[in-house]
């Protein structure tokens, strides 16, 4: 009796304990989203703004929900598609560019982290030198903006002169309404460093700081940029909205997105910047890769492959 005694207060030990880890609560959160790594002598931070689930299913053109399905499938994901919202920092170690600013409180609820995975990554806003801003859609300028204010009051934020006269006008916002929301976005989010005479557009394919240069486009806004980072033999491309969904659009490039205001444009400009990138092998950083959003392309049949970076620990 006394062995049966003993044996049953183990067992109800220890289903005590069991009950008391099965009641720890569940934190529901992740560590901070950032990532770091070396190109070069220069330091690259992605820096996640949040994500947000899109219903890609209807987003893409030139494709049939069946076959997006079936892309989306393979990949073990569905649509509405939780989708990553990325910006990047380039620590030159005389200048700190960041590209592209996270949505702030233009694109919905789930995102707006940028600030504070900014801060966890080890940087302050009045530290920012430069701001490079793809395209002026919500998602990339909504985080110039705090409380009315410049968030970054030291930057000097400059993007493709076509892109500003185009998203920066009264009178284009009046020729499509559809889209006023983005004009107003886009002014809000510029005119107080237009005010302080900190906004400096650009033309052409330029050099803005040493190390960093721009390819002037348009496509998926009158003047979507991309950006060109080198350092000792190092190429880091970073793309902006290029490709929105990388499960579909890499093994069908001829894919474009509701979004893109003119899709021969867009779709012409991803096979150009696709296939340098798998040519030369060079990095590339998206903002809607999933996050960190970096990685190398190569040529796969009539489409590419995305082979996201591996991670690696800086020493």
């Given amino acids: 009796m006394k062995r049966l005694a003993l044996a049953s207060l183990a067992a109800a030990t220890v289903l005590a ?3 008391s880890f099965a009641a720890a609560p569940q934190l529901k959160t992740n ?6 790594m070396m190109l070069g002598e220069f330091e690259v931070t992605a820096i996640n703004d949040g994500s947000t689930a899109l219903p890609v299913d209807t987003l893409l053109q030139g494709i049939s929900k069946a076959d997006i399905g079936a892309a989306l499938k393979k990949n073990f994901i569905a649509s509405p598609l939780e989708t990553s919202f990325n910006a990047f920092l380039i620590n030159t170690g005389s200048k700190l560019v960041l590209v592209d600013t996270g949505a702030a409180g233009l694109f919905g609820p789930n995102l707006g ?21 793809t395209h002026m859609h919500p998602d990339h300028v909504g985080g110039l ?7 970054f009051p030291n930057a000097i934020v400059r993007a493709q002169k076509q892109e500003a ?10 020729k499509a309404p559809a889209k006023a929301d983005y004009f107003k976005g886009a002014m809000a989010a510029l005119n107080p460093y237009v005010a302080a005479g900190k906004f400096k557009p ?9 190390g960093i240069s721009t390819h002037a486009g348009k496509g998926h806004t009158p003047g979507h940029a991309t950006y060109v980072v080198e350092s000792k033999g190092q190429k880091l491309v970073l793309i902006g909205d290029l490709v929105h969904v990388a499960d579909v659009q890499m093994a069908h490039p001829a894919v474009t997105i509701d979004f893109d205001s003119a899709p021969k444009e867009a779709l012409a400009e991803r096979h150009q910047a696709f296939d340098a990138a798998a040519r030369a092998g060079y990095l590339i950083g998206g903002a809607h890769l999933a996050f960190p959003g970096l990685g190398h392309l190569r040529k796969e049949g009539k489409g590419y492959a995305y082979v996201p970076v591996n991670f690696t620990q800086i020493h």
């Fill in 31 to 36: 560590a901070p989203a950032f990532y770091r």
């Fill in 202 to 210: 650009f033309e052409g394919n330029v050099e803005l700081v040493p």
């Fill in 145 to 151: 903006l705090l409380n009315g204010q410049s968030a």
């Fill in 165 to 174: 006269d185009y998203w920066l006008s009264a009178d284009n916002m009046a």
């Fill in 17 to 19: 304990h069991a009950t």
């Fill in 113 to 133: 982290k940028f600030a504070a995975n900014l801060k966890a990554a080890g940087y302050a806003p009045e530290q920012i030198d430069e701001i490079y801003i």
